[in-house]
């Protein structure tokens, strides 16, 4: 694990290319909002939903 600020660095360039890239971003959050409404609250479900919305947005979003 990392220490407490490069966990926190890691978060800020984390933040800092999701808003460079926002058609990616609304996918992936579009997608576990669907999935959240039909029910879905499972953390790790969730996720899964969101890794695949995001590998299967076009190669010019990755």
Avoid at 13 to 34: F, G, M, N, Q, Y
């Amino acid at each position: 694990m990392f220490d407490t600020s490069t966990t926190a660095l890691l978060r800020a360039v984390l933040d800092e290319v999701w808003e460079s890239d926002v058609r990616a971003r609304t996918r992936v959050a579009s997608k576990i909002l669907e999935a959240a409404t039909g029910g879905e609250m499972s953390p790790e479900s969730l996720n899964q939903v969101g890794r695949q919305a995001l590998s299967q947005a076009p190669t010019m979003w990755r």
